[in-house]
Each structure stands twice: as C-alpha cells, then as structure tokens.
C-alpha cells in the first residue's frame, strides 16, 4: 500500500485469505470481547488457515505472555502456539536491546510479559531504581499494580535513565467497561518527570518490524478494529488493511477518518477475511457500490437506492474520503448512516 491518499475502500477479486499470506489480527474487539469470542472469528479463522494463510496475533497489551495468550486462544476454539502471537512487550525489549548492552538491568514497570521478552533478548529485569538499572521500561500491569511502581520509575527516568513504553493507548477495554490503559500510566511518569518515553507499540514502527521479523511474511494483512493503532499501524508500516465493525470504530468515525486511519477493506467481521471484496466504483460526481449511491452535498453526505448495510457504508466512505482529501470529513452523514441502522 502506499501513502497517498486513500479515497475509497478497494475491491478484491480473490478471498483477502488467498490474496494475503498472513493475517496480522488484533485480539481485543477483533478475535475476542470481554474474554469470550466475537461470532465467527473461530470458524473464520479456522477456514482461513485452512486454505494456506498465516495466522499471526499482534496485540498492545504488554501484560500477558505470549504462552498466555496462545493458551486462552486454543480454549476458544482457536488453536494457537506462542509463536504465533506478537507483544508489544517483545517489541520494546527488541527496542532496548538495540540500545543498551546484553547482560544490562532493566527496571520493569508492568508485568510478567515484560520480564519474561527483556530475558529473551539477554537484559536482566530488576525492580527499584536502586539497582542501576540501564534503562526504564514501561507496560501495562492490570489493576492491581501498586503506585509506587510508578514513583520507581520517576526516580531513576529523573536521574537521565533512558525511558521505555510498551505502547501508550490512554484506554483498555475490560469485562465490566473501559479501564485505564498503559497510555493513562505513562502519563503519570511524564508529568513527574518532564520526560518523554521512547515508544514501541502500535501504530509506531517498532512494533511493525517486530511483527514482520517473527512472521516472515510477505504480503501481510492487517485486521483490526481500531483506526488509530491498527489501521494507523498498517499505514505506518506501507500494508494494506482490514477493518472489522466489532470493535471501536463506528460509522461516524469511519467516514471522518484522515488519510492514515482510512483501512483498505471494511467488512463485518472476520467473515470478510473469507470472501472477496466489492469494488467501488465512481458514477459522476458519485460513488456505487451494489444498489446504493453515495454523494458528498454542500453540508452533508448522501445516500440514494438499496442494499446492503456494508456496501452503501463504503459509498459513504468513498463520498468522504473524496471530499475530504487530506483532512477529516466535516460533512454530516448522520441521515444516511440512520438509513443503514448505523
């Protein structure tokens, strides 16, 4: 893919599993919601690794190992070794690696995710500021890590320890809501400190070139819910892109995506991995795709014929994109999302 400016989702002739080598998935909202997971991404997936395509689980969440995560994925129904899962955990420890000699102390603020990728990358995990350590690193420690771990991490990023972050998204979904993310812990740091961590999750390139080393692949696919790590992460890193509706993102933040937020493809679920994908082509100043057409008004976005709710959502897109160049669409589309149930 290239970064220019995308003004319509793109067709696919072939399944996006035939046309793609590997799958590059988000989990949370992706494959799985609240722990259980989402309909049809067991079969989906099953279908798709099946017919040849790499299975690939790329995910922010520093906490976890990745034995941990390849465990909950096989009890879903989905058969999963830790090979096939990607951290941003293994990615900042790439990123230090690079940075500090093998054998240095790392003081760790997070969770056995952390610990467990600095040591396969040859750093010694060490728990106080005390310890001279070499560098700081931060990732998420789920609820109950303790306030002092962040005062740690103050004093030694203070004294000109270089600093570390697994990701910085503000948020995290849970069971019960959305919670503080790794992002919201960071902040912490950053405002006793004046600091700035070096970052190495999604969307940035680091987690990227983490990805692609331990997969191999060639022509990745990046599905994701979220247009600001995933689909931002695939424009980053020059890849085409796959947004699935069972996360985040919903049509108004769709349709006023900038240029680096705009996936390739939009589909449903993780079905859409398994078929091809419709073209949308351009009639006059509008845009088709199946029975419905769409046109950006003087103050608002159009929507005229009948369909399907995804293809008149993607004349939508093309409509907005269009109008919007290189900037967020301004224009209202809520009459026509309504008419989609969107």
């Known amino acids: 893919m290239s970064q220019g400016v995308r003004t319509r989702p793109e067709g696919s002739g072939q399944p996006l599993s035939e046309a793609y080598d590997t799958a590059l998935l988000d989990l949370d909202g992706v494959v799985y919601a609240g722990g259980n997971a989402i309909a049809h991404a067991a079969d989906s997936l099953a279908v798709a690794r099946a017919g040849g395509m790499r299975l690939a689980y790329v995910t922010n969440n520093a906490l976890r190992t990745p034995d941990t995560v390849a465990g909950h994925l096989t009890e879903l129904g989905i058969p999963t070794g830790a090979e096939d899962v990607i951290t941003s955990a293994q990615a900042v420890a790439r ?58 991490a103050s004093y030694a990023v203070a004294r000109g320890v270089p ?36 970052v190495a999750g999604k969307p940035l390139p680091p987690m990227h070139k983490e990805t692609i080393i331990r997969t191999g692949a060639k022509r990745p696919l990046v599905v994701g819910d979220r247009l600001d790590t995933d689909i931002e992460g695939a424009f980053n890193g020059h890849v085409d892109s796959l947004l699935v509706l069972t996360g985040v993102t919903d049509g108004p933040q769709l349709l006023a995506a900038p240029p680096r937020h705009r996936p390739t493809y939009v589909d449903a679920d ?66 026509a999302l309504a008419r989609l149930g969107l």
């Open 95 to 152: 990123l230090i690696s690079e940075q500090i000699p093998t054998g240095a102390r790392v003081l760790v603020i997070g969770g056995e995710g952390l610990r467990v990728a600095l040591r396969e990358r040859g750093l010694t995990p060490v728990e106080s500021a005390d310890d001279d350590p070499a560098a700081v690193v931060q990732g998420f420690g789920g609820p109950d890590l303790p306030w002092g771990r962040f005062a740690e």
């Open 270 to 335: 993780l079905r859409g991995l398994l078929t091809a994908q419709p073209e949308v082509t351009q009639e006059g100043e509008g845009f088709r795709c199946g029975g419905w057409t769409a046109t950006a008004g003087a103050d608002r976005l159009e929507l005229d014929g009948d369909g399907g709710t995804l293809d008149g959502l993607r004349a939508l897109c093309a409509a907005a994109w269009t109008a919007a160049g290189q900037d967020s669409c301004r224009l209202d589309g809520g009459k």
């Open 163 to 198: 600093w570390f972050a697994s990701n910085t998204d503000l948020t995290i979904p849970s069971g019960r809501g959305i919670a503080p993310g790794n992002g919201a812990a960071v902040e912490v740091v950053r405002i006793a400190t004046g600091a700035e961590p070096q």
